[in-house]
């Protein structure tokens, strides 16, 4: 997948998220990560497109400014 | 470095039922089933219901210890609360999963299967070179254990990371994830032998909230939606207001959360060496969103797949495509036909629920079965027949 560097990106609160997985499919470029109880989102994969924030069962993945 | 046949990735249904009919198909080969959580069945992310002749294809539930109710009658409720029951003899049950994929598990090892709990695949790659085996990376008490196997069946749930590291394409578009909240209630007034599935696009837009009772007065108390259709708020406080609504003095014991893939059948659930099984391969019934029975049926088959393609020495992914050959011969093709039955129920409105379930009480109980309701709606609400029809088409 062709990647422009987006201007916001998606980031997990931890301390909210329940590690139930829902989200890693919907990530068009697979940037996030389930592993060691712990889910991450790759910044560098990251193309800002959000399908993963709404679905969020618990709120815990937001839009951030891509530094 | 372990030398394994079958490498099982997740001890749910799916996954313990692959382990178990692949040692009864091969006793012969070496099967390891690895469980990421601590203890397998836990912690609980489902409703818990399931239907009665799937179940009793693996597991006799009368008098079982993971049988929490069994269910005889479902009520459907409109978005006005209007209730239409339908009761039919052994409709169902609602399981304990933590005893009950126990349960499984320990068929599996009945068999010969080895169990290993708290231990997570964290990774798994091929060496090339005409070896055909997969080194699978396992993290078990800290300590990292490549283990060989010939076959990995990914029975890994709806992160399904064994379908990823295959090259398989497991994504999902968002309008067939539904999102879901679940209480464990206590103190509810409810029918205990019912289920209750409420529609309503105030409540559950794009799905519906259901209450399953797991003894007198407890139930779980949830409801799944499409995330493109709601005001913006998530699962939980959607939950949060129907539970405020209609159970405001309930005792809320526990909650859970999770998603459930309401699309057709992954393209390929297999590559060389490389088998995938239940939601990992969005095995769920896209009405119902039920996968319990089809993982456990799926589990099957690829248990015997692997263990017959072991046994032939063959394990490449041509030969293993007879598993997904299989899979949509016994229920792939049917979940086709119920995604285009959800596709179309999208178009009908909450009014509509509504005039329906008034339609359905002028039939009297005793005669309520679904193809009586199905055909009854039919006649007196005609805006139903293209649904029908793309039922059939």
């Known amino acids: 997948m062709r990647r422009v560097t987006p201007d916001t990106i998606a980031v997990v609160d931890l301390a909210v998220c329940d590690r139930c997985g829902l989200c890693l499919p919907l990530c068009p470029p697979e940037a996030i990560h389930l592993a060691l109880n712990v889910l991450t989102v790759d910044d560098a994969a990251c193309t800002g497109c959000e399908k993963c924030v709404a679905p969020c069962p618990v709120g815990a993945l937001a839009m951030v400014a891509y530094a | 470095m372990p030398d394994v046949d079958v490498l099982v990735v997740g001890a749910g249904p799916a996954g313990a039922v692959a382990a178990w009919h692949a040692k ?16 397998i069945g836990a912690p609980v992310r489902c409703a818990e219901g399931v239907g009665d002749a799937g179940l009793r294809e693996f597991a006799n539930p009368d008098g079982a ?30 399981l304990d999963r933590t005893r009950f994929d126990a349960h499984l598990a320990a068929e599996a090892v009945a068999a010969g299967a080895q169990v290993l709990v708290g231990a997570e695949a964290t990774g798994m790659s091929r060496n090339g070179r005409g070896d055909d085996r997969w080194y699978v990376r396992v993290k078990e008490r800290g300590q990292d ?5 010939r076959v990995v069946i990914g029975a890994d749930g709806v992160e399904t990371m064994v379908g990823r590291w295959a090259g398989l394409d497991t994504r999902v578009p968002s309008r067939d994830m539904e999102s879901c909240a679940q209480y464990v ?22 799905g519906y909230a259901w209450i399953f009772p797991k003894a ?11 995330a493109l259709k709601t005001d913006g708020r998530n699962a939980r406080q959607y939950l ?40 990992a391969a969005h095995m769920i019934n896209p009405l119902s969103g039920g996968g319990i029975t089809n993982a456990m049926k799926a589990g099957r088959l690829a248990g ?31 979940h086709l036909k119920y995604y285009r039955i959800k596709q179309a129920l999208e178009s009908v409105d909450d009014a509509f629920f509504d005039k329906l379930a008034r339609t359905v009480n002028r039939i009297p109980q005793e005669k309520r079965s679904i193809g009586r309701i199905f055909t009854h709606a039919l006649i007196k609400h ?12």
Request: charged residues 20%; proline residues 4%; glycine residues 8%.
């Open chain 2, 24 to 39: 009864l198909a091969a006793p012969g080969l070496d099967v390891v089933l690895l469980e990421r959580d601590r203890a």
């Open chain 2, 65 to 94: 210890d993971w049988a929490a109710r069994k269910i005889t009658k479902v009520i459907f409720q409109a978005p006005d609360d209007t209730e239409v029951v339908v009761a039919e003899r052994g409709v169902g049950w609602i």
């Open chain 2, 145 to 149: 254990t490549v283990y060989r196997a």
């Open chain 2, 185 to 206: 209630l206590q103190g509810i007034d409810c029918d205990p032998d019912a289920i209750y599935l409420q529609f309503s696009e105030a409540i559950a837009p794009g």
């Open chain 2, 216 to 226: 007198i007065g407890v139930a779980n108390v949830g409801l799944g939606l499409v």
């Open chain 2, 240 to 279: 949060d207001a129907w539970v405020a609504r209609r159970f405001p003095n309930a005792a809320r014991t526990g909650y859970t959360v999770g998603g459930v893939i309401v699309h057709t059948t992954i393209k390929k659930t297999y590559a060389d060496g490389v088998l995938v099984a239940g939601d």
């Open chain 2, 304 to 334: 015997r797949t692997a263990a017959a393609a072991i046994c032939a020495g063959d394990t490449s992914e041509r030969r293993l495509s007879a598993y997904h050959q299989a899979w949509m011969e016994l229920l792939g093709d049917d």
């Open chain 2, 382 to 393: 005609p805006q139903l027949i293209p649904v029908a029809a793309r039922f059939f088409v």
